[in-house]
Nanobody, 115 residues
C-alpha cells in the first residue's frame, strides 16, 4: 500500500533554512508527480510545490524563489528545501501523491519559524 513518511521539520529562525524529506513506498515512485502541501492553524491546506516524474516543477507564488522541490527516484524520496523562511511559513507540511484521483498523505511534519 502507498506509504509516505515526512521528516526534517523543526524550529527555525526567520531567514534560516530547513530541508524536508518524504520517503515513499508501495508504488512506482518515478511514474508519479509528488506534491508538498502545508496547513497553518485555522487555514486550509494549500499546495506549496509539485514535481513531475521527469523533474518539472511548479510553486505557489508565496514560496517561489525561496523553496525548491526535488526528487531522487533511486531513493524513492522527494525533498523540499526551504530557504529564507518567514514566520508565515509556519505550518504542518504534508507529502502527497495522487493515484487514480485518490489522494494519499503522510502524517505531516511541523515547521515553526520563530525567533
Amino acid at each position: 500500500q502507498v506509504q509516505l513518511a515526512e521528516s526534517g521539520g523543526g524550529l527555525v529562525q526567520p531567514g534560516g533554512s530547513l530541508r524536508l524529506s518524504c520517503a515513499a513506498s508501495g508504488f512506482l515512485f518515478r511514474a508519479y508527480a509528488m506534491n508538498w502541501y502545508r496547513q497553518a492553524p485555522g487555514k486550509e491546506r494549500e499546495l506549496v510545490a509539485a514535481i513531475t516524474g521527469f523533474g518539472g516543477t511548479n510553486y505557489a507564488d508565496s514560496v517561489k524563489g525561496r523553496f525548491t522541490i526535488s526528487r531522487d527516484n533511486a531513493k524513492n524520496t522527494v525533498y523540499l528545501q526551504m530557504n529564507s523562511v518567514k514566520p508565515e511559513d509556519t505550518a504542518v507540511y504534508y507529502c502527497n501523491v495522487v493515484q487514480f484521483r485518490i489522494h494519499y498523505w503522510g502524517q505531516g511534519t511541523q515547521v515553526t519559524v520563530s525567533s
